[in-house]
């Protein structure tokens, strides 16, 4: 079974940084696209960056030029570096990756529990 397992998150002050990971594992046969959504309490879960296979990237107007979303593919790994951290972006932060699974192949659209980031003085 796939399993998305996130790290990083936690407390920083205004302008701070933090850096997240989320490592994929479970008898992955191919990862596709990637992703880092967030929601906040009684707010729907929205995109913040994503990653194609390739290496092509997508950004919220919010994040773009304060946050980069990088993989590993080797690992199995993806990572959102967060510099310049306001208020706002405070929130739980879920992992998301679609790919294939080795046996039976299927494909798989699989989510982790999310980081809490808390960004407060």
């Known amino acids: 079974q796939v399993q998305l397992v996130e790290s990083g998150g936690g407390l920083v002050q205004p302008g701070g940084s933090l850096r997240l990971s989320c490592a994929v594992s479970?008898?992955?046969?191919?990862?596709?696209?990637m992703g880092w959504y967030r929601q906040v309490p009684g707010n729907q879960r929205e995109l913040v960056a994503s990653?194609?296979?390739?290496?092509?990237?997508l950004y919220a107007d919010a994040v773009k030029g304060r946050f980069t979303i990088s993989r590993d593919k080797a690992k199995n790994t993806v990572f959102l570096e967060m510099n310049s951290l306001k208020s706002e972006d405070t929130a739980v932060y879920h992992c998301?990756?679609?790919?294939?699974?080795?046996?039976?192949?299927?494909?798989?659209?699989?989510w982790g529990q999310g980081t809490l980031v808390t960004v407060s003085s």
């Open positions: 998301n990756a679609k790919g294939t699974n080795r046996s039976p192949m299927r494909t798989f659209d699989a």
């Open positions: 479970g008898g992955i046969f191919s990862i596709g696209d």
């Open positions: 990653i194609t296979s390739g290496g092509s990237t």
